[in-house]
């Protein structure tokens, strides 16, 4: 970015946008937005991803995104750091922002909590307490999509600048860890790590010792929302081209490149 640091609401919208959901589906008063992934987030920044924008009183910004066929997930968010609001006020928000997005005659607003019950699930609608939004759509239809934020009020200005991001993610599987290079002992534990996003039904874990000529199974029944898996290294294991792979019908992903399983020397005085 030309050695120029980017506006701390977009490094938060970032981490928000691109965390893989816990819980309850959207937010909840639980687990927030769901565990952090800086690599997804990351991607945001290096792929453009974004826009920084300001808006007055009665006045919005669109932009237009195309959403390819087959996509598994459009996730979009506005974030905006919002100026200090008085003691005790309800609500607490001074500048009202509001997102929505828009596919031909279809409006989808972002998720809500109600404070009042913490453990009801999020519904969609209007947001008037948060400076943080999120539209998520699964399996979006093919087409044109308005990302439109909208200053619904903003009283301290003259304007209020905020952050957009947006993610369109078609069915994948990429595993994270073990990726290349990493060394392990035989007989000890490592998580197993992936990214996924459209999986609908059970993964396949499985490990090769000789660089994919042949797979041995560690679990053929991960759930599709799993995307950490802990193994067990086989004892007694030595090889340089192991690589772990994750597949899930005719999605798959395999290690970049090789890593080592190779036994401690013990023994020595």
Do not use: C
């Not at 987030?41 to 991803?49: C, D, G, S």
């Not at 308005?146 to 009020?153: D, E, I, K, S, W």
């Not at 090769?208 to 029944?221: D, E, F, H, R």
Request: a negative charge; charged letters at 10%; proline letters at 6%.
């Amino acid at each position: 970015n030309s050695n120029t640091l980017h506006p701390s609401t977009l490094i938060k919208n970032t981490v928000l946008n691109t965390a893989h959901d816990l819980g309850n589906a959207g937010p909840d008063y639980r687990f927030g937005y769901g565990r952090l992934n800086a690599l997804q987030a990351v991607r945001i920044l290096e792929e453009n991803r974004y826009a920084l924008n300001n808006v007055t009183t009665g006045t919005s910004n669109d932009i237009i995104i195309n959403v390819p066929a087959g996509a598994a997930r459009l996730r979009v968010m506005l974030t905006w750091n919002d100026p200090a609001g008085a003691a005790n006020a309800n609500p607490a928000l001074v500048n009202n922002l509001d997102l929505t997005v828009v596919n031909g005659a279809t409006t989808t607003l972002p998720w809500i909590l109600d404070p009042n019950n913490p453990a009801t699930p999020a519904t969609q609608g209007v947001d008037n307490v948060s400076n943080i939004e999120q539209v998520t759509i699964n399996n979006p239809a093919a087409g044109s999509y308005t990302l439109r934020v909208n200053g619904t009020a903003v009283p301290t200005g003259p304007s209020q600048d905020y952050a957009l991001t947006w993610s369109v993610d078609q069915p994948y599987i990429e595993v994270i860890y073990p990726n290349g290079g990493e060394s392990f002992n035989p007989g000890t534990n490592e998580t197993i790590t992936w990214d996924n996003a459209g999986v609908t039904s059970t993964q396949t874990v499985e490990y090769s010792l000789n660089g994919g000529s042949t797979w041995t199974v560690i679990s053929s029944s991960v759930p599709a929302g799993t995307t950490r898996l802990s193994w067990s290294i086989p004892a007694g294991t030595n090889t340089s081209t192991a690589l772990i792979r994750v597949s899930s019908g005719a999605v798959s992903d395999a290690s970049d490149a090789n890593f080592k399983i190779l036994g401690t020397v013990t023994g020595f005085t």
